[in-house]
């Protein structure tokens, strides 16, 4: 286990195990107890996680190769507060790869961290041998080896890059980076920013990587835990864990821990750190801007929470949606674009109001007065326009935005292959697992098609609390209809879309991407949990073999 390290994959937990402590230690509490002197090992053979350097600002590349190293660091995530990361070429995030549509891409991942990994290109619809899935595509890369992705970047937009070994606890860590692939007929514009934004947990301490039930906790010897460095806590099986869902417009959850058999809910309000680029608060970089220019923004979700972006002070397009432009979008003016996990909007205005101008989270947190930006006219005033986070304004429908244009699908054309997806959640033996027609990973039901073949898809979220971004490997898909209506506006195509509680959504798309591909919840607790399927091409063959001894773990 990793001292240090914010969690997604149990934010409760550590209220939790201070009532544990309680009942186990005699009374002492944990309440101001210095975290980072815990001495937790993270099951590498150093006996403890090396942080010493400090992360370096995130880098812009461009061309045709690229060398990806995956290592550990320490990085000053708000005023004050450093964390231990895990890095892409020691920044978090790690670098934005920028290459022009239609090139040969070669990316060298090195690995320098003591687990494996693995790079998942998100949203970019590569060969199936490169599409970076442990145990499904390729063995994840082991500590001190290396591996080759190569691919074509046909379709421009913009994308983004993860580990996809453990991913709830890698991505979690700062294994990510934006991939922007610049198109030859894209719209010029004088400033071209990318904000990737995530959330973080300040006190310093993660117990994501616990391997044991929490029912078993209560029998531990706690006298024992700095001598045995918690070293097997780095296997967790995340399916065994109680997660609640994210059902505030902050992404704070109301669910609480239980002392009974210390079963966890998933208690999104923990994480008390929002951030844009890897920081939070005064330490978000200004953007900057002059007048008369016209900026572009692309806004990329790398977090397991949504988050509601309002741009001040200016009117603005959203022209993309998770890198596929939209026709025709609509004029927009003080409206919030909800951004999922997984998912990526690009928005353009015109520089025409000088001044200094909030880009920023909305919500009931005190978490969100960190995800802000600050767009900074040259030669203007600081001060010059007020937070207004708490206020509630107007989300952007999607379904109803922009106008409609040609489409490559309709909801009564005929299809070769139709499935529908209930998502669901439910207790399993104690503990809530998240579920696709009333089944975990991987023992789900798999999409199997064949090359050619037209496919819709209804999905539905009959979770009661709990958000599914779903996001598809190797494809795009169109989206038809939401809750029974078709779409109003502008044809959208997605490769992740987010269902709140009681939606349902019917997509369609084709089958020209041969390989094994993964369907899953981008809330990775859920995937990790079992909202994972797999769309198989019954006619593909792979000369893959998965290595028992690699440590594979594909959610």
Known sequence: MKQGWKLKTTAAMIGAFAILLTGCMNGNSMDGMDHSTMNMNDGSTSGKQETSNTTVKTAKLTGKEFTLTAAASSQEIAPGKTLPVWTFNNSVPGPEIRVKQGEDVTIHLKNELPDPVTIHWHGIPVPNAMDGIPGVTQNAVQPGKSFTYKFTADVPGTYWYHSHQDGVNQVDRGLYGSFIVEGKDETKVDRDYTLVLDEWISSGMSMADMDMDMSNMSEMDHSQMEKSDMSDMSEMDHSQMDMGGDDSAAGASTNDSKSAGMEMEHDMSMYDLYTINGKSGSLVEQLAVKEGDKVRLRLVNAGFM?????????????????????????????????????????????????????????????????????????????????????????????????????????????????????????????????????????????????????????????????????????????????????????????????????EEYVIAFQADNEGNWMFHCHDLHHASAGMVTKLEYTDFKTDFVADPKAGNKPE
């Open 306 to 502: 949504s988050h509601r972006i309002h741009l001040h002070g200016h009117k603005f397009k959203i022209t993309a949606s998770d890198g596929q432009p939209l026709n025709q979008p609509g004029i927009l003016e003080d409206n919030i674009v909800t951004i999922a996990p997984g998912e990526r909007y690009d928005i353009e205005f015109e520089a025409n109001n000088p001044g200094q101008w909030l880009i920023e989270e909305h919500g009931d947190s005190e978490a969100v007065k960190g995800m802000k930006a600050v767009i900074a006219y040259e030669g203007a005033d600081a001060g010059s326009d007020k937070p207004n986070e708490r206020a509630k304004l107007t989300a952007v429908d999607l379904s109803k935005y922009g106008q409609s244009g040609k489409s490559a699908f309709t909801l009564d054309q005929k299809y070769t292959m139709e499935y529908t997806m209930d998502l669901n959640t439910k207790k399993e033996s104690g503990s809530t697992v998240y579920t696709i027609n009333g089944k975990t990973f991987p023992n789900t039901d798999k999409l199997n098609v064949k090359k050619g073949d037209t496919v819709k898809v209804r999905l539905i979220n009959n979770s009661k609390t709990d958000d599914h971004p779903m996001h598809l490997h190797g494809h795009f898909f169109q989206v038809l209809s939401k809750d029974g209506k078709p779409l109003e506006g502008s044809p959208v195509i997605k490769d992740t879309i987010n269902l709140k509680p009681g």
